[in-house]
């Protein structure tokens, strides 16, 4: 019964490269959100999508940040020309479908690193 | 009206005390309130939350207290122990956003 799965725990780009950070739900969850936590910061709300829905983006930057939740696959955030201020922790959650199911259960995160 | 805000930023206490983290909130539609245990360098773990249709939820040497009125939340930590030396986010959503609006955080240090 795997959690929340978060793929590249680390990763490394430079400046003006693209970051792809991938997140797969819980078994049995189709509600996902991204949360960026800067360093020694709490986590901020980014995007809350259901499958090829996105559901509230209210938190993301306007530009060079996007988030899709396909049909199939996991859900993928995407940073476009990244800038060192982009470097954080970037931590996806789940949630089971159903009214007043709002439980959510976090990754393990990926680590960005903009040089 | 979306902040929710958390204190104190640190706290150190001995084994075996009581450790008291505090979260206030204005957005009277907030009808979540969960606490978070992080350890460093992993993600966050839900550690128990609360509606406002209760005062008080107790989980093991965990609890909520919960001012309504006030609108306050609190974690109490009983008989710490080292091993919940961590950072804890109390957080607060509305059911029909599903979104987290996070404090934060405190960073809790037990000493043996």
């Known amino acids: 019964n795997a959690g929340v799965m978060q793929n590249p725990r680390h990763l490394v780009r430079r400046r003006g490269q693209e970051a792809r950070l991938r997140c797969s739900p819980m078994k049995g969850h189709s509600h996902v959100y991204w949360y960026r936590q800067l360093p020694e910061e709490g986590l901020k709300f980014m995007v809350y999508l259901q499958k090829e829905n996105i559901i509230d983006e209210s938190g993301m930057p306007k530009e060079r940040f996007s988030a899709e939740f396909p049909k199939e696959g996991p859900s993928i955030l995407r940073i476009q020309q990244v800038v060192r201020g982009d470097s954080a922790a970037y931590f996806c959650?789940?949630?089971?479908?159903?009214?007043?199911?709002?439980?959510?259960?976090f990754g393990p995160g990926t680590r960005l690193t903009v040089l | 009206q979306q902040q929710v805000k958390q204190s104190p930023q640190s706290l150190i206490v001995q084994k075996g005390g009581i450790s008291i983290i505090n979260c206030a909130y204005e957005?009277?539609?907030?009808?979540?309130f969960p606490w978070y245990q992080q350890f460093p360098g992993k993600g966050p773990a839900l550690l128990i939350a609360?509606?406002?249709?209760?005062s008080e939820k107790k989980e093991g040497r965990f609890t909520i207290s919960f001012n309504k009125s006030a609108k306050q939340f609190s974690l109490h930590i009983m008989d710490s122990q080292p091993g919940d030396s961590a950072t804890y986010f109390c957080a607060a959503s509305t059911s029909n956003t599903g979104k987290l609006i996070f404090g934060q955080g405190t960073t809790l240090q037990v000493k043996p």
């Open positions: 609360i509606r406002p249709d209760v």
């Open positions: 957005n009277t539609a907030f009808d979540y």
């Open positions: 959650a789940s949630s089971a479908p159903g009214t007043g199911s709002i439980e959510q259960f």
